[in-house]
């Protein structure tokens, strides 16, 4: 079965810094999501990722899908307490199968 | 449009009872799935309905149902609870195309005693 695993598990920075969270895939990934989470409290969807190569970006956060389709990257700019959460790695498993896999999360805390 | 929502929001019970929540996808969405997230497992797959039918269903055991209505309206029941099941169980919805992005509800916080 697929396994997602993120790093790091956690990070603390000083608010304006700018940070990188991974996801590694021990498959190839077909679809490839990008979730934040405030604790308690359900997923909200950022980013979709489907081809090698893509870039997507929203505000200040960016999420980019290797060529090879096994790792994708987050990165915020200049962050802010609000991007403060959970950062989930969420993957479809291919084929017909619509159960999404999930990488264990990236807790971020920023500072003021 | 209306989001996903799961209710009740909060939910305690005792051990050996069983509990039913509740999931409302959005509308258009006839894909619900439901998953268990505890500090120790993180976000874990229990199954997944289309057109009141059950496609995948993850490694939980059987005391974990499902079921799906006409209106794609689903609930999940567990039976016989235990400790262990306490968790934050959330519902997420997709539309028909594959390789959509799920949309998830606040999800239901339950708590065994």
């Known amino acids: 079965s697929q396994e997602l695993e993120q790093s790091p598990q956690s990070l603390i920075v000083q608010e304006g810094k700018n940070l990188t969270i991974n996801c590694t895939s021990s498959k190839t990934l077909y679809g490839l999501y990008w979730y934040k989470q405030k604790y308690g409290e359900g997923l909200i969807f950022l980013m979709m990722l489907q081809k090698g190569g893509e870039e997507k970006s929203h505000e200040k956060i960016t999420a980019k899908l290797d060529e090879k389709k096994q790792q994708s990257s987050l990165h915020i700019t200049a962050s802010q307490p609000s991007h403060a959460g959970i950062y989930l790695c969420?993957?479809?498993?291919?084929?017909?199968?619509?159960?999404?896999?999930f990488g264990k999360g990236t807790l971020l805390t920023v500072n003021p | 449009k209306a989001g996903v929502t799961q209710t009740p929001r909060y939910l305690i019970k005792t051990r050996g009872q069983q509990v039913t929540l509740s999931c409302s996808p959005i509308?258009?969405?006839?894909?619900v799935s439901w998953y268990q997230q505890t500090p120790g497992q993180g976000l874990q797959f229990l199954f997944e309905?289309?057109?009141?039918?059950?496609?995948n269903k993850g490694n939980f055991p059987g005391r974990f149902s499902g079921r799906q209505f006409s209106n794609s309206r689903s609930e999940m029941n567990v039976s016989t609870l235990e400790l262990g099941d306490s968790a934050l169980y959330l519902c997420?919805?997709?539309?028909?195309?594959?390789?959509?992005?799920?949309?998830f509800g606040q999800g239901t916080r339950l708590t065994v005693v």
């Open positions: 509308s258009g969405h006839r894909s």
């Open positions: 309905y289309f057109s009141e039918t059950q496609r």
């Open positions: 969420g993957a479809d498993s291919g084929g017909s199968n619509y159960k999404l896999t």
């Open positions: 997420a919805s997709r539309g028909q195309v594959m390789n959509t992005e799920a949309f």
